[in-house]
T-cell receptor, first 113, second 114 residues
C-alpha cells in the first residue's frame, strides 16, 4: 500500500545548486501534480500532468521544470535553487483529469541557504 | 483577493466539543468540494468529498456546501485529541473547463485539548 512515494524526504541546498525531486505512484492514476506549501499560503500548484506525455504550468512554475517519465513517475527539477524556493514540496496523483480526489505523498522539506 | 479564504486559527477546543471549520470562495464555477486533514510533518489526506450543494455525513464528520452563499463547512462532533491537525478545504471545477487541479484554502489549525 505505498500510494505516492517521494524522495528525498529532506534536502539542504546551496543557492545555485540543482536537484531533482522524485515522485512515484502505484495506483495507476492518470494525473499527477507538484505543489509547494508555505506558511499562511496553503498549497500552491507548481506543475501538473493530466496524463502520460503531457505537462502544464500551474500557479507558481517559475524556477522549476518537470518530467512525466511514464505513468508512474513525475519528477520536479530545480535548475538553480534560490532561497525563495525553501518550502515543503508535495507530489499528488488523482485517478481522473478533474483532480476531484488527490492523494498526496509525505512531502520533501527543502531548505536553500 | 484569494479564490478560497480560510481562517488560519489556531482553534483550540476541549475534548468532546463540536468543531465548526469554514471556507468561503469567490469562483462560482467550483463544483467539487473537499476537506483534507494534515497532521504535522505529513501529507494531506482526503477526509470528505462533496459534489455541488448539500450535506454529507461520515461518522463524526459532516460536510456542508452552500453554493448560493459560496460557503462550505466541516463539522466535527465529539472532538478527540487525535483530531488535532490542520484542516484544508479544497475545490475544483469540472474537468471540461480546462483547469486540472484543486484550489486550496490556507488551512485551519485545530487543537483539541484533553
Amino acid at each position: 500500500n505505498a500510494g505516492v512515494t517521494q524522495t528525498p524526504k529532506f534536502q539542504v541546498l546551496k543557492t545555485g545548486q540543482s536537484m531533482t525531486l522524485q515522485c512515484a505512484q502505484d495506483m495507476n492514476h492518470n494525473s499527477m501534480y507538484w505543489y509547494r506549501q508555505d506558511p499562511g499560503m496553503g498549497l500552491r500548484l507548481i506543475y501538473y500532468s493530466a496524463s502520460e506525455g503531457t505537462t502544464d504550468k500551474g500557479e507558481v512554475p517559475n524556477g522549476y521544470n518537470v518530467s512525466r517519465l511514464n505513468k508512474r513517475e513525475f519528477s520536479l527539477r530545480l535548475e538553480s535553487a534560490a532561497p525563495s524556493q525553501t518550502s515543503v514540496y508535495f507530489c499528488a496523483s488523482s485517478p481522473t483529469r478533474g483532480n476531484t480526489e488527490a492523494f498526496f505523498g509525505q512531502g520533501t522539506r527543502l531548505t536553500v541557504v | 483577493q484569494k479564490e478560497v479564504e480560510q481562517d488560519p486559527g489556531p482553534l483550540s477546543v476541549p475534548e468532546g466539543a463540536i468543531v465548526s471549520l469554514n471556507c468561503t470562495y469567490s469562483n462560482s464555477a467550483f463544483q467539487y468540494f473537499m476537506w483534507y486533514r494534515q497532521y504535522s510533518r505529513k501529507g494531506p489526506e482526503l477526509l470528505m468529498y462533496t459534489y455541488s450543494s448539500g450535506n454529507k455525513e461520515d461518522g463524526r464528520f459532516t460536510a456542508q456546501v452552500d453554493k448560493s452563499s459560496k460557503y462550505i463547512s466541516l463539522f466535527i462532533r465529539d472532538s478527540q485529541p487525535s483530531d488535532s491537525a490542520t484542516y484544508l478545504c479544497a475545490m475544483s471545477v469540472p474537468s471540461d473547463t480546462g483547469r486540472r487541479a484543486l484550489t486550496f484554502g490556507s488551512g485551519t489549525r485545530l487543537q483539541v485539548q484533553p
